[in-house]
C-alpha cells in the first residue's frame, strides 16, 4: 500500500474507536438539525409526488406536455437519468471491489443506497407514463387468457427485464453488505425494538469464520454478476431509442455512450452526497479529501468520454448525408430547444475541465457546484436527446414541440423529494459507511506497517 | 448478554420463508384458475330473457334451421335476432293463448321489438364478423356450443383471445364444409372432409388470421 492509500485513514483510527462512532451515529447521537430540515423538505416533495400520481391517476398521462410527434417526454427523460445515476452505486460495490481499490471502503455503503433508490425513482416513470399504467403486468410472460408473450423484439420488454432485474441485484448487493454491520447494530443496540429489529435483519449473522468466508465468496459472485450490468443496464435503455429509426435516435453509438453519461451522473451524484453527509454527520476524516480526488477524476474521466460522444454523434449525423439527421443537429442549435442543449454543453464540457485541477478535485464546495452542475447537464441531455429527436422528424406536417407542463415538473421535482427522503431515513436505521469494510482496511493498513 | 431468540425461531425463520414463497405460489395458482374459471369467462351464463324461448325445443326438437330465424349470419357481420313477425310466421297459428308468449302477441300489437338480453358479449375492442365465418367453413356450433340442447340459451364457449386463436392458429380442422355449417352435433374432425382440402377449398390463408388488425380494428 502506497502512503497516498495511508492517507485515506485518519491516524489513530482502530476498529473499536471507528466501529464506536459509526454505529453511535444510528444509535444514540440525535439527528442533525439540517437532517430535520431535509427530512422536512423532501416529505414536502414526496408529497406533492403523490398528489400528482393521483391527480395522474384519475385524469391520465393528458396531464403532461405529451403530443404526439413528442410522445415521450419527461418521464422518459426521468428514467434514463435515474437510472444513470444508479450505475455509479453498482460500479463501486462491484468494480471497485473487483478491483480492490481501498477509497471503495468508506463511500460504497451511501453509493448502494443511492443506487437502490435511484432505481426506485427510475422504474416508477415508465409505469407512470403508461396510458393504462394498471395493466403493466402485460409486459410479463405470464399464462394469460390473451395467449400472448410480450414482444420480445421490442426493446420496451427488454428495459422491463433490465429495471427490474437491476432493482433485486442492487437489493440484493445492499442488503449482503448490510448483514455484518446489521449484527453489529444488533449487539450494540440498547433499546429492545433496536436489538430486535436489527436481530431480524441480520440473519443470525455471528461473525464466525464460516461465515465471513461465506460472505466473501458471495460477494465476490456477486460483483462479477454486477459488472456486466454497469454496462448493459443502461446500454438496454439506450435501445429504447436506437432501435427506433427516427433521427437523432438511431445511432449505433448510443449503448456505450449512455453508460458513459450514466456513470458520469452516477459519480457526480456519489461526490454530491459525499460532500453532503461528511459534513452532516461530521465524517470529514473518513470521507477524505483524497476520496474527492478520485471521485473527481472518475467525473472527469467519464465527462471527456460523453464530450467525445458529442463530437462523433454529430459527425456521424453529417456523414450520413441524410437531410433529416443533419437538420436534428441544426435544430438542436438553433431550434426551440437551443438553450437546452448549450447549456448542457457548458455543464459537461466546459465546466466539467475544471476538474483537471487537484485543488478543485479536492475542495468540498467547489466538487459540490461541479456534481449539481453536471447532474444538471446530464438532465439536459437527457432532455434534448428526446425531445428534438421527435419534434422534428421525417414527417414536416407533424412537426410540433412538447412543453413540459406544471404536472410534468411535480412529477420531477417530486422523484428527488422521494430519492432525498429514502435516503435520510436510510442514513438514520443504517450505517452510512460500511464498518465491516473500514475495518478491513485499516488492518490492512495495521500489517502493512507490521511488515515494513 | 442473554440471547435474543430461543431455537424455535430458527424453525421459525424457515417456516416463514417457506411460507412466503408458498404463498406467492398460491397466488399464481388461484390467479390462474380464477382467470380461467366460468366467474371469469362467463361460461354457463343463461340469462332470464323476456320470453323463455327454448332453442332445444325449436332446433332439437322442430328442427329449424338456423338461418331461419338469425337471418344476417351469411350477409351481414351480425347474424341478428328476428322480428316479432318471425316468430308469428308459426305462433299466429300454434299456442294462440299461450301465457309464455304474450310478451310476443305484445309485441307485434305495440310495434315493439323483444328486448332480449344478450348472451355472447364480446368486448368493444374486438371486431367479429359472422359473415366472416360462415361462409367459411367455421360452424354455428364451434362458437355457440350445442344450442340444439339448450333449453334456456347459455354462453357454452369461454370467448377468450385465446380461444380465438386456437382456432386462428390452425383453422383446418376445425372447418366444415358449407351444407354443414348449422349443423349440430357434427364433428369437423371425425365425420366430415379433410381440414387440408376445406382450407384450399374456401381459399383460407392461415397467415392473416394472425394479424393484429383481423380482429381488433
Same mark, same amino acid.
Given at each position: 500500500?502506497?502512503?497516498?492509500?495511508?492517507?485515506?485513514?485518519?491516524?489513530?483510527?482502530?476498529?473499536?474507536?471507528?466501529?464506536?462512532?459509526?454505529?453511535?451515529?444510528?444509535?444514540?447521537?440525535?439527528?442533525?438539525?439540517?437532517?430535520?430540515?431535509?427530512?422536512?423538505?423532501?416529505?414536502?416533495?414526496?408529497?406533492?409526488?403523490?398528489?400528482?400520481?393521483?391527480?395522474?391517476?384519475?385524469?391520465?398521462?393528458?396531464?403532461?406536455?405529451?403530443?404526439?410527434?413528442?410522445?415521450?417526454?419527461?418521464?422518459?427523460?426521468?428514467?434514463?437519468?435515474?437510472?444513470?445515476?444508479?450505475?455509479?452505486?453498482?460500479?463501486?460495490?462491484?468494480?471497485?471491489?473487483?478491483?480492490?481499490?481501498?477509497?471503495?471502503?468508506?463511500?460504497?455503503? $451511501? *453509493?448502494?443506497?443511492?443506487?437502490?433508490? *435511484?432505481?426506485?425513482?427510475?422504474?416508477?416513470?415508465?409505469?407512470?407514463?403508461?396510458?393504462?399504467?394498471?395493466?403493466?403486468?402485460?409486459?410479463?410472460?405470464?399464462?394469460?387468457?390473451?395467449?400472448?408473450?410480450?414482444?420480445?423484439?421490442?426493446?420496451?420488454?427488454?428495459?422491463? $427485464?433490465?429495471?427490474?432485474?437491476?432493482?433485486?441485484?442492487?437489493?440484493?448487493?445492499?442488503?449482503?453488505?448490510?448483514?455484518?454491520?446489521?449484527?453489529?447494530?444488533?449487539?450494540?443496540?440498547?433499546?429492545?425494538?433496536?436489538?430486535?429489529?436489527?436481530?431480524?435483519?441480520?440473519?443470525?449473522?455471528?461473525?464466525?469464520?464460516?461465515?465471513?468466508?461465506?460472505?466473501?465468496? *458471495?460477494?465476490?459472485?456477486?460483483?462479477?454478476?454486477?459488472?456486466?450490468?454497469?454496462?448493459?443496464?443502461?446500454?438496454?435503455?439506450?435501445?429504447?431509442?436506437?432501435?427506433?429509426?427516427?433521427?437523432?435516435?438511431? $445511432?449505433?453509438?448510443?449503448?456505450?455512450?449512455?453508460?458513459?453519461?450514466?456513470?458520469?451522473?452516477?459519480?457526480?451524484?456519489? *461526490?454530491?452526497?459525499?460532500?453532503?453527509?461528511?459534513?452532516?454527520?461530521?465524517?470529514?476524516?473518513?470521507?477524505?479529501?483524497?476520496?474527492?480526488?478520485?471521485?473527481?477524476?472518475?467525473?472527469?474521466?467519464?465527462?471527456?468520454?460523453?464530450?467525445?460522444?458529442?463530437?462523433?454523434?454529430?459527425?456521424?449525423?453529417?456523414?450520413?448525408?441524410?437531410?433529416?439527421?443533419?437538420?436534428?443537429?441544426?435544430?438542436?442549435?438553433?431550434?426551440?430547444?437551443?438553450?437546452?442543449?448549450?447549456?448542457?454543453?457548458?455543464?459537461?464540457?466546459?465546466?466539467?475541465?475544471?476538474?483537471?485541477?487537484?485543488?478543485?478535485?479536492?475542495?468540498?464546495?467547489?466538487?459540490?457546484?461541479?456534481?449539481?452542475?453536471?447532474?444538471?447537464?446530464?438532465?439536459?441531455?437527457?432532455?434534448?436527446?428526446?425531445?428534438?429527436?421527435?419534434?422534428?422528424?421525417?414527417?414536416?406536417?407533424?412537426?410540433?414541440?412538447?412543453?413540459?407542463?406544471?404536472?410534468?415538473?411535480?412529477?420531477?421535482?417530486?422523484?428527488?423529494?422521494?430519492?432525498?427522503?429514502?435516503?435520510?431515513?436510510?442514513?438514520?436505521?443504517?450505517?452510512?459507511?460500511?464498518?465491516?469494510?473500514?475495518?478491513?482496511?485499516?488492518?490492512?493498513?495495521?500489517?502493512?506497517?507490521?511488515?515494513? | 448478554?442473554?440471547?435474543?431468540?430461543?431455537?424455535?425461531?430458527?424453525? &421459525?425463520?424457515?417456516?416463514?420463508?417457506?411460507?412466503?414463497?408458498?404463498?406467492?405460489?398460491?397466488?399464481?395458482?388461484?390467479?390462474?384458475?380464477?382467470?380461467?374459471?366460468?366467474?371469469?369467462?362467463?361460461?354457463?351464463?343463461?340469462?332470464?330473457?323476456?320470453?323463455?324461448?327454448?332453442?332445444?325445443?325449436?332446433?332439437?326438437?322442430?328442427?329449424?334451421?338456423?338461418?331461419?330465424?338469425?337471418?344476417?349470419?351469411?350477409?351481414?357481420?351480425?347474424?341478428?335476432?328476428?322480428?316479432?313477425?318471425?316468430?308469428?310466421?308459426?305462433?299466429?297459428?300454434?299456442?294462440?293463448?299461450?301465457?309464455?308468449?304474450?310478451?310476443?302477441?305484445?309485441? &307485434?300489437?305495440?310495434?315493439?321489438?323483444?328486448?332480449?338480453?344478450?348472451?355472447?358479449?364480446?368486448?368493444?375492442?374486438?371486431?367479429?364478423?359472422?359473415?366472416?365465418?360462415?361462409?367459411?367453413?367455421?360452424?354455428?356450433?364451434?362458437?355457440?356450443?350445442?344450442?340444439?340442447?339448450?333449453?334456456?340459451?347459455?354462453?357454452?364457449?369461454?370467448?377468450?383471445?385465446?380461444?380465438?386463436?386456437?382456432?386462428?392458429?390452425?383453422?383446418?380442422?376445425? &372447418?366444415?364444409?358449407?351444407?354443414?355449417?348449422?349443423?349440430?352435433?357434427?364433428?369437423?374432425?371425425?365425420?366430415?372432409?379433410?381440414?387440408?382440402?376445406?382450407?384450399?377449398?374456401?381459399?383460407?390463408?392461415?397467415?392473416?388470421? &394472425?394479424?393484429?388488425?383481423?380482429?381488433?380494428?
Amino acid at each position: 500500500m502506497t502512503p497516498r492509500h495511508r492517507s485515506l485513514l485518519p491516524a489513530g483510527l482502530t476498529h473499536a474507536n471507528l466501529t464506536r462512532r459509526i454505529s453511535d451515529l444510528v444509535l444514540h447521537r440525535p439527528s442533525p438539525p439540517g437532517w430535520w430540515i431535509a427530512l422536512v423538505i423532501c416529505s414536502l416533495l414526496t408529497l406533492m409526488l403523490l398528489v400528482t400520481m393521483s391527480v395522474l391517476f384519475s385524469h391520465g398521462v393528458g396531464i403532461f406536455g405529451l403530443n404526439i410527434p413528442v410522445a415521450w417526454g419527461l418521464p422518459i427523460v426521468n428514467t434514463i437519468w435515474w437510472i444513470g445515476i444508479a450505475h455509479a452505486g453498482t460500479l463501486i460495490s462491484a468494480v471497485l471491489l473487483l478491483t480492490r481499490q481501498p477509497w471503495r471502503a468508506s463511500i460504497n455503503r $451511501f *453509493a448502494e443506497a443511492m443506487a437502490m433508490f *435511484a432505481i426506485v425513482c427510475a422504474g416508477m416513470y415508465p409505469l407512470l407514463h403508461l396510458g393504462r399504467p394498471e395493466l403493466f403486468y402485460y409486459l410479463l410472460p405470464y399464462p394469460d387468457t390473451m395467449d400472448l408473450w410480450p414482444q420480445w423484439r421490442s426493446p420496451l420488454v427488454w428495459d422491463f $427485464f433490465a429495471i427490474t432485474m437491476y432493482l433485486l441485484f442492487t437489493a440484493l448487493f445492499l442488503y449482503m453488505s448490510l448483514l455484518p454491520d446489521l449484527a453489529t447494530l444488533r449487539d450494540r443496540a440498547t433499546r429492545r425494538v433496536g436489538q430486535y429489529g436489527y436481530a431480524i435483519l441480520a440473519l443470525g449473522w455471528r461473525g464466525s469464520a464460516t461465515h465471513w468466508a461465506r460472505y466473501e465468496k *458471495a460477494t465476490l459472485i456477486l460483483a462479477a454478476l454486477a459488472t456486466p450490468i454497469v454496462v448493459t443496464v443502461t446500454g438496454i435503455i439506450s435501445l429504447d431509442l436506437s432501435v427506433s429509426i427516427v433521427p437523432g435516435y438511431h $445511432f449505433t453509438i448510443f449503448p456505450p455512450y449512455f453508460v458513459a453519461g450514466a456513470l458520469f451522473s452516477g459519480f457526480s451524484t456519489v *461526490a454530491l452526497l459525499a460532500v453532503l453527509l461528511r459534513s452532516l454527520f461530521g465524517l470529514r476524516d473518513l470521507v477524505t479529501d483524497t476520496h474527492l480526488d478520485y471521485l473527481g477524476r472518475m467525473m472527469l474521466f467519464f465527462g471527456l468520454i460523453v464530450a467525445y460522444a458529442y463530437t462523433q454523434e454529430m459527425f456521424t449525423a453529417w456523414y450520413s448525408g441524410e437531410d433529416y439527421y443533419r437538420h436534428v443537429y441544426v435544430d438542436r442549435w438553433t431550434g426551440p430547444y437551443a438553450p437546452a442543449w448549450w447549456s448542457m454543453i457548458v455543464c459537461n464540457v466546459v465546466l466539467v475541465q475544471l476538474l483537471w485541477f487537484r485543488r478543485v478535485r479536492r475542495h468540498g464546495p467547489a466538487m459540490l457546484c461541479l456534481a449539481l452542475t453536471s447532474n444538471l447537464g446530464m438532465w439536459l441531455e437527457r432532455f434534448q436527446i428526446v425531445f428534438t429527436s421527435t419534434h422534428a422528424d421525417y414527417q414536416p406536417a407533424n412537426w410540433d414541440v412538447n412543453w413540459p407542463t406544471v404536472w410534468d415538473w411535480a412529477a420531477y421535482l417530486g422523484s428527488l423529494g422521494l430519492f432525498g427522503l429514502l435516503l435520510l431515513l436510510f442514513v438514520r436505521l443504517m450505517p452510512l459507511i460500511s464498518m465491516h469494510d473500514m475495518r478491513a482496511l485499516i488492518a490492512r493498513q495495521r500489517e502493512e506497517r507490521d511488515d515494513g | 448478554m442473554a440471547p435474543l431468540f430461543r431455537r424455535r425461531a430458527n424453525s &421459525l425463520a424457515v417456516v416463514i420463508l417457506v411460507g412466503i414463497l408458498a404463498l406467492l405460489m398460491a397466488i399464481s395458482v388461484f390467479a390462474y384458475v380464477v382467470y380461467r374459471s366460468p366467474y371469469q369467462t362467463d361460461v354457463g351464463y343463461a340469462p332470464a330473457q323476456p320470453v323463455p324461448f327454448s332453442h332445444q325445443h325449436h332446433v332439437g326438437g322442430l328442427g329449424l334451421d338456423c338461418r331461419y330465424c338469425h337471418s344476417g349470419a351469411e350477409t351481414s357481420d351480425v347474424a341478428g335476432l328476428p322480428p316479432t313477425l318471425t316468430c308469428m310466421t308459426c305462433h299466429s297459428q300454434e299456442w294462440l293463448n299461450a301465457e309464455m308468449l304474450s310478451p310476443v302477441r305484445q309485441s &307485434l300489437a305495440n310495434r315493439t321489438p323483444l328486448r332480449w338480453t344478450r348472451v355472447h358479449d364480446l368486448p368493444d375492442y374486438t371486431y367479429f364478423s359472422h359473415r366472416a365465418h360462415v361462409n367459411n367453413g367455421v360452424g354455428c356450433e364451434s362458437c355457440h356450443g350445442r344450442v340444439d340442447r339448450m333449453p334456456m340459451t347459455f354462453q357454452a364457449k369461454p370467448l377468450t383471445m385465446q380461444w380465438c386463436l386456437d382456432c386462428h392458429r390452425n383453422p383446418s380442422p376445425h &372447418l366444415r364444409p358449407p351444407e354443414k355449417i348449422t349443423a349440430m352435433g357434427y364433428s369437423p374432425r371425425r365425420d366430415g372432409i379433410a381440414g387440408e382440402r376445406l382450407i384450399k377449398r374456401y381459399r383460407i390463408h392461415p397467415d392473416t388470421l &394472425l394479424e393484429c388488425a383481423t380482429c381488433h380494428r
